[in-house]
Every structure is written in C-alpha cells, then in structure tokens.
C-alpha cells in the first residue's frame, strides 16, 4: 500500500513538474514612471508563474531598466528570474520594446530570443520571439502588440498564419495584445492550423471609468496554442484591479489586465 501511495505520489509530482505557467501582460507604457511600489506590486502579481511575457515596454530611457527593476524585485521572492529585452519594435507605429522574464529553476532559455523578420515590412511592432525548455521539450513563445484598433491590426494578424510553416522547428504560442477579439475571422486561419485561444468573450482592457460593476472595456488580450502539441491544464485572467479604491488608481499600473496560460507539452 505504501509503495502504490510513493509511486501516485511521483506521478503526481512529475506531472506538476511538467506544467508551465505562462503569464502575458501588457504594462502600459512599462518604464521609468513606475514607481517602486508600482514596481513591488507588479512583482507580487507574476511571482508564482513560471514565464512572463511584458507587452509595451518603453523603447527609449527607462524600459529596459525597468525590467530590470522589476527581475531584482522577483528575485527578493523566493526564486531567481532571469530575463530578456527586445531592440526596438522597426514600425512607425509607436516603437516599443518587449521582454520575457522567467524563473530559471522552471524552464531553460534555449538560444537568444529574436524580433520577427520575415514579416517586419508587414507587421508594425513585429512579435518578438523566444524559445524554452522544459524536460526536454521545447516551446516558443511569440510576444506580440497590434496597432491600435484604428490602424486596423487585422492587417497585420493575417500574416501570422504563416509563421508555423516559416518557422517549421518551433512549437509557437502566439500571446499578446492583439486589439482584436479572438471571433475575428482573421484568426480563422490560425485555428485550421489547430490552434485555439485561450479566452473567450473575457475583455481584458480597463475602462476609463467604471459602470456599476462593470470595469472592462474590450477583448484584446489572448494565447493562441496549437492543440496537437500543447495539452491546457487551466487558463484564465488576473483581475488585478479590484486590489485598488478606483479605476484611476489601477491604471497607474495598466490599462490592461494580466492573461494566463498553465499548459504541459505532448
């Protein structure tokens, strides 16, 4: 009895141990204007994922070592985080800057992450990508922020079907701010390829002001993950705004909220 509870048991460890925790979030212009309480709070909200993809990171003075800030205050927490800062996004569109963060005892940086460039004519911020390991699998997550919904980002998600053939070795993870809902026909061609979104009808930006109880604006934020390569454990939102008295105070923070992805690979 004892040896079928130790062995239930190892199962169910390796099983943990084999799932990521990924969590997306677009910071709103993340840079040297986050103070460092802002700064300790964003470390509280990310501290038990495993990755962390940071949308909308300042391009010019402060983006960078605001990530930077922000690693040395994850590593107060109880487990050591490396991470990594994109060059400047190439469009005219708002360049920015991305940045992975990662614990390092959960999953290995495989290579240096890169900016897209096969589609960089096409695509205003182009996605930035970077490859992990996990037990001997390997996945790689593409960071991405569309044009605001004015410019139209469809034009530029249509490209993104192309990129699992472009790029044949990788098991992409496509997550990011997409100013876009995942009914959109433009991401049809993404799911004939056998991917799905993580979230459906959840908005994931702020309102300016809150009505009734009503605080979330549009749907923009999502993960899209091939079916046939990646198994979903849980996924959901982190509705970050509810720990502050007004919608104003939360912005300060971010206009968006944080989406989350727990996944194993087949």
């Known amino acids: ?3 079928k509870f130790l062995y239930l048991f190892l199962l169910y460890t390796i099983a943990i141990q084999s799932q990521t925790k990924l969590l997306s979030w677009n ?70 800057r991305y940045a ?12 240096k992450p890169f900016l897209e460039q096969k589609y960089e004519n096409e695509i205003d911020r182009e996605p930035y990508l970077a490859t992990f390991e996990q037990r001997g699998k ?11 919904k004015s410019k139209h980002p469809e034009t530029e998600i249509k490209y993104f079907k192309f990129l ?12 990011g701010d997409f100013n876009c809902p995942q009914s959109n026909v433009v991401f049809t061609p993404l799911k004939n390829l056998g991917y799905k979104s993580i979230l459906q009808n959840q908005k994931t930006s702020l309102k300016q002001k809150s009505k009734g109880n009503e605080c979330l604006a549009s749907e923009y934020d999502n993960l899209f993950y091939n079916t046939s390569k990646i198994k979903t454990k849980n996924a959901g939102v982190i509705s970050f705004y509810k720990s502050f008295n007004s919608l104003k105070e939360a912005r300060q923070i971010s206009d968006h909220i944080p989406i989350w992805f727990e996944f194993s690979l087949n």
Do not use: C
């Open 138 to 148: 390997s996945f790689t997550v593409a960071a991405f922020h569309a044009v605001p």
């Open 27 to 96: 910071l709103e212009n993340f840079g040297k204007s986050k103070s460092d309480t802002e700064i300790s709070f964003i470390a509280n909200t990310l501290k038990d994922y495993d990755i962390v993809a940071i949308v909308e990171v300042v391009a010019g003075n402060g983006g960078a070592q605001a990530v930077a800030r922000l690693a040395d205050e994850l590593n107060r927490k109880g487990s050591k985080w490396d991470y990594s800062i994109s060059d400047p996004t190439s469009g005219t569109t708002g360049v920015e």
């Open 164 to 175: 699992p053939s472009a790029y044949p070795t990788l098991n992409i993870i496509f997550v």
């Open 100 to 111: 992975f963060v990662w614990k390092t005892n959960a999953v290995k940086l495989k290579g």
């Open 1 to 3: 009895m004892k040896l």
